[in-house]
């Protein structure tokens, strides 16, 4: 059989997976490292919460989590923004 035709694949693991998208995109890894930041402080918390009712709690816990996601993403977005329009790093025709 001739090279050109064969496909040759490879088992990339999920650790090299992972440093790959850190690489591409590195705000996407801090929203998830705020996510998990957040679901540790809101599980901290969850004993103090007092005489709050648990739904109203998970509430609030829900948006804290949301909102620390967006924001990393957006800030990820403003910078490529920043890079690729005003200091024109990006691609030239």
Do not use: W
Request: with cysteine; hydrophobic share 40%; proline share 2%.
């Amino acid at each position: 059989m001739d090279s050109k035709g064969e496909i040759t694949t490879y088992d990339e693991s999920l650790s090299d997976r992972m440093l790959s998208h850190a690489r591409k995109n590195p705000f996407l890894m801090a929203g998830f490292a705020t996510l998990v930041a957040a679901c540790a402080v809101g599980a901290y918390k969850f004993k103090q919460r007092g005489k709050m009712p648990i739904s109203l709690y998970l509430l609030q816990f829900r948006v804290l989590a949301q909102s620390s996601v967006i924001g990393c993403i957006t800030i990820g977005m403003a910078y490529h923004m920043f890079n690729e329009h005003v200091l024109q790093k990006g691609k030239k025709e």
